[in-house]
């Protein structure tokens, strides 16, 4: 992963968001979009901004491998932890698929089954 000085110190701070995130391709290059790095606390003007687009490094057959999943049955890539190995910054990518229709009708369903259960046992106390 591509890091400025400030982003290095604040990961090490463990200030670093991956939730919303996720990598797209753009030709032969990989970036990771909207993960959040803080700012680093003892930086001054020079600090780095939050939620810019980082390119991940990868090996060119690996960024092929993954465009041909993405593309050929509709995953998406999801950054799954950022951790540090000998020093480098580096990202752990997997491949995830949205939810069809019926599961987000089940979802629906079971969570408004839940609602009405917990509005029905709000206003009874249990002796």
Do not use: C, W
């Given at each position: ?6 982003e ?9 968001q ?6 797209r391709i ?10 959040h790095i803080?700012p680093?606390?003892h930086g ?5 901004d ?11 057959r690996?960024?092929r ?6 593309r050929?049955?509709?995953?998406t ?9 000998e020093?480098k910054?580096k990202v ?5 698929r ?10 629906l369903?079971?969570k ?7 509005r029905?046992?709000k206003?009874k106390?249990?002796q």
């Amino acid at each position: 992963m591509v890091l400025l000085g400030t982003e290095v110190k604040a990961l090490r701070q463990g200030k670093a968001q991956l939730k919303d995130s996720y990598a797209r391709i753009k030709g032969s290059e990989i970036f990771l979009v909207g993960s959040h790095i803080s700012p680093y606390s003892h930086g001054n003007q020079f600090n780095h901004d939050p939620d810019r687009t980082r390119k991940l490094l990868m090996h060119k057959r690996e960024i092929r491998k993954l465009y041909g999943k993405t593309r050929e049955r509709g995953f998406t890539l999801v950054p799954l932890r950022m951790y540090f190995k000998e020093g480098k910054a580096k990202v752990e990518i997997g491949l995830g698929r949205g939810k069809r229709s019926y599961d987000k009708r089940e979802d629906l369903k079971r969570k408004e089954m839940e609602r009405e259960m917990e509005r029905s046992f709000k206003g009874k106390r249990i002796q």
